[in-house]
């Protein structure tokens, strides 16, 4: 029992994400907004559709702006809460854009003294009707939003266009990092095995490989699952970080068959540790590099940051990382079994 804690340890974290990670509430937020577009100088019925709101409790304290900037938002002058998911939203838009722009994307707040404040970004677009008006209304400074109500809940956050797929979360994104775990690990071991010479080493080094390769296409599988989801396509045209993953996952896999074609145990051991390390130096500008420098969907790509505040917070970090940790346990302990199994067949085999 004491040299099988850190399996009960992986087992329980594993558990503990998939119950918390499917089962833990979002947070109320904001799911449509129809119409999606207005003329200036009209007045406007905007209905608010909410997920996981709950509209007419206090329905007296719910607040809702067409919000440009820190600057400029207009207030709704009118709220009609239809049931807990839905409301209408009247405003009465002024005539003349508050920029020198005759269209211009901007964003529903909503704000609740029960359900919190919420957001809905671009949500209707303006159009400017008049070609010129020489002065503002005032109706765009006088309406400024502040003090929006915070609920503190442990609930995880609602997230535009992702909704309920975020919990994907737990398992794509942790399966690969539980990978990359994997895979560094392997390459210490090939590194070992080209001093040692030991098979044992090289072993070590091919079961932890064969386990990082699995968490690989587990990760891209349910990679692929949340892009039918988010944006609507198991293999998005031109989304070059798929690309790469599909790539570096070939190398890997050239890995396994170049094994195979190798029947002297030392120079199979070599060969295949100085591939290895090689496929490693190939996987970080494939997967972490490549798609920084070009247009994708993805978080982390085109420049845009990853594992933020706008992408994690302190409800998600608390099932996201045990969740690493638990994925990156099973898999060491897949390769302590694969280990276990080719070093009982050299034994057999020696006899």
């Known amino acids: 029992m004491k040299s099988s804690w850190w399996k009960i340890l992986g087992v329980a974290l594993l558990l503990y994400a998939f119950i918390f990670g499917l089962l833990m509430p979002l947070k109320p937020g904001i799911y449509a907004v129809t119409p999606d577009n207005a003329i200036t100088g009209t007045t406007s019925l905007i209905r608010v559709e909410g997920y996981n709101t709950n509209f007419t409790k206090e329905a007296e304290s719910i607040k809702v702006w067409l919000k440009l900037n820190d600057t400029f938002a207009l207030m709704a002058n009118k709220i009609q809460v239809i049931d807990d998911m839905a409301l209408n939203a009247s405003f009465d838009i002024p005539v ?16 609740h003294k029960v359900d919190g404040a919420s ?4 949500a209707v677009t303006l159009t400017q009707k008049a070609d010129k008006v020489d002065n503002i209304s005032p109706q765009w400074t006088t309406n400024p939003i502040a003090g929006l109500t915070i609920v503190n809940k442990f609930n995880f956050p609602f997230r535009n266009i992702l909704y309920e ?24 071991m090939s590194f070992k095995h080209l001093r040692s010479g ?78 290895n390390i090689f496929a490693f130096a190939a996987l ?17 790509s085109g420049g845009n940051s990853t594992f933020g505040s706008e992408d994690l917070d302190n409800t998600m970090r608390a099932v996201f990382y045990p969740a690493v940790i638990g994925w ?13 199994a080719i070093a009982l067949k050299d034994k057999i085999l020696s006899r």
Do not use: C
């Open 96 to 111: 003349q854009l508050p920029i020198k722009k005759r269209i211009k994307n901007f964003t529903l707040v909503m704000d």
């Open 198 to 275: 030991k098979p044992e080493d090289d072993w070590k080094s091919l079961s932890l490989t064969a386990a990082g390769t699995l968490m690989g296409f587990l990760g891209l599988f349910t990679g692929m699952i949340w892009a039918q989801y988010t944006w609507g396509s198991f293999w998005p045209k031109n989304e070059v970080k798929l690309n790469m993953t599909a790539v570096a996952l070939l190398i890997y896999l050239a890995y396994f068959v170049l094994r195979g074609s190798l029947e002297n145990q030392e120079q199979r051991g070599r060969i295949s540790a100085v591939y």
């Open 284 to 300: 970080i500008p494939l997967l972490y590099v490549v798609p920084r420098l070009t247009s994708s969907l993805h978080p982390g």
């Open 165 to 188: 797929t975020i919990r994907n979360l737990y398992f794509h994104v942790s399966l690969w990092l539980a990978m990359m775990i994997l895979f560094i690990a392997s390459v210490v």
């Open 119 to 122: 957001v809905s970004p671009s």
């Open 328 to 340: 990156t346990l099973l898999g060491v302990w897949m390769g302590s079994i694969m280990y276990r």
